[in-house]
């Protein structure tokens, strides 16, 4: 190999390795930005949301990820933060953003027929 084309060959392999350290840079850059919390739904029989209580911080940009790892279709809502996700299916990733801005403790609930115990598929939001 000539030494131009060594030179070249290690430009195009820093390019490369800056290129991808940059995306990942970017990806936790965006990721501090919100308060992420994966939450896990399963109907009660198979577990129940998981964790069933958490909290999030006062006035900071939330994300919850809510992982639907059932077999069946569940739904998500905080009635008193207007926050609603109709429908989550098997297998489904679905994604809610918001800014808690009031303190206190808010119910959270399935809002799909998923199961006889339907009902006690809960769990509550802490912010403070
Ligand atoms: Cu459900």
Not at 28 to 56: C, D, H, M
Not at 103 to 109: A, I, L
């Amino acid at each position: 190999m000539k030494k131009n084309e060594l030179i070249a060959v290690v430009l195009m392999l820093l390019a490369t390795i800056g290129a991808i350290l940059g995306v990942f840079a970017i990806q936790k850059f965006r990721l501090s930005q919100f308060y992420t919390l994966e939450l896990i739904a399963r109907a009660p029989e198979n577990g129940n949301w998981y964790p069933k209580k958490f909290k999030v911080p006062y006035g900071k940009e939330t994300k919850i990820l809510i992982r639907n790892i059932d077999t069946v279709s569940h739904g998500f809502a905080v009635p008193d933060l207007n926050i609603a996700v109709s429908e989550i299916k098997a297998g489904h990733v679905e994604t809610v953003r918001f800014i808690p801005q009031e303190k206190g403790t808010f119910p959270f609930m399935c809002t799909v027929w998923c199961s006889d115990r339907h009902m006690d598929m809960r769990g509550e939001i802490i912010v403070e």
